[in-house]
Antibody, heavy 124, light 112 residues
Framework: QVQLQESGPGLVKPSETLSVTCTVSGGSISSYYWNWIRQSPGKGLEWIGY???????NYNPSLKSRITILVDTSKNQFSLKLSSVTAADTAVYYC??????????????????WGQGTTVTVSS | DIVMTQSPLSLPVTPGEPASISCRSS???????????LDWYLQKPGQSPQLLIY???NRASGVPDRFSGSGSGTDFTLEINTVEAEDVGVYYC?????????FGGGTKVEIK
């Protein structure tokens, strides 16, 4: 069974870049879409973006100017970089997988595998 | 962005009784293929969210059949026909029709 594990710095200073990595175990990173989602007390759950194993991405427009999501298939990992952070970026960051579900003739992709989350605090 | 609104914010429940959560979207989630692009999640205390229902009414693998999803367009409902103590947590709806995917604010279910 596939498992996801986030690793991150815990504490980031304002204006710096937040970097979080997700390691995929128990399965291949190939042929799936890999997501970043965050949860903060102020904004609830927020979808950040995803990357396909081939490298194509889809970002939330509200964060697009500050985020980069990359994939390293050789390490079975993908990562998130968020630049110019402020206190508003303090959150639990989750990595997650989009899994296709066949319904009729439709392949419907939804988030059904989540990591345990890593807490990132932005503070000087 | 599509705005998702859940009600109620808090729902005290009695084990053995039914419970119902509402989710409304600012735009129709009915795709041209005839399916509604809405999912339901439960986040138990101290855990990551877990998928309950996808495409409005399809139970995810391993989800007990006491959970059911219904609705179409802009109005959706998650029902628990007989609440158990393990069902406590925060329930979220999420639309998947348009990017960015957006979540409702959550409904906290707790035992009376």
């Amino acid at each position: 069974q596939v498992q996801l594990q986030e690793s991150g710095p815990g504490l980031v200073k304002p204006s710096e870049t937040l970097s979080v990595t997700c390691t995929v175990s128990g399965g291949s990173i190939s042929s799936y879409y890999w997501n970043w989602i965050r949860q903060s007390p102020g904004k609830g759950l927020e979808w950040i973006g995803y990357i396909y194993y081939s490298g194509s991405t889809n970002y939330n427009p509200s964060l697009k100017s500050r985020i980069t999501i990359l994939v390293d298939t050789s390490k079975n990992q993908f990562s998130l970089k968020l630049s110019s952070v402020t206190a508003a970026d303090t959150a639990v960051y989750y990595c997650a997988r989009l899994t296709p579900h066949k319904v009729g003739n439709v392949n419907y992709h939804t988030v059904d595998v989540w990591g345990q989350g890593t807490t990132v605090t932005v503070s000087s | 962005d599509i705005v998702m609104t859940q009600s109620p914010l808090s729902l005290p429940v009695t084990p053995g009784e039914p419970a119902s959560i509402s989710c409304r979207s600012s735009q129709s989630l009915l795709h041209s293929n005839g399916y509604n692009y809405l999912d339901w999640y439960l986040q138990k205390p101290g855990q990551s969210p877990q998928l309950l229902i996808y495409m409005g009414s399809n139970r995810a693998s391993g989800v007990p059949d006491r959970f059911s999803g219904s609705g179409s367009g802009t109005d959706f409902t998650l029902e628990i026909n007989t609440v158990e103590a393990e069902d406590v947590g925060v329930y979220y709806c999420m639309q998947t029709l348009q990017s960015p995917r957006t979540f409702g604010g959550g409904t906290k279910v707790e035992i009376k």
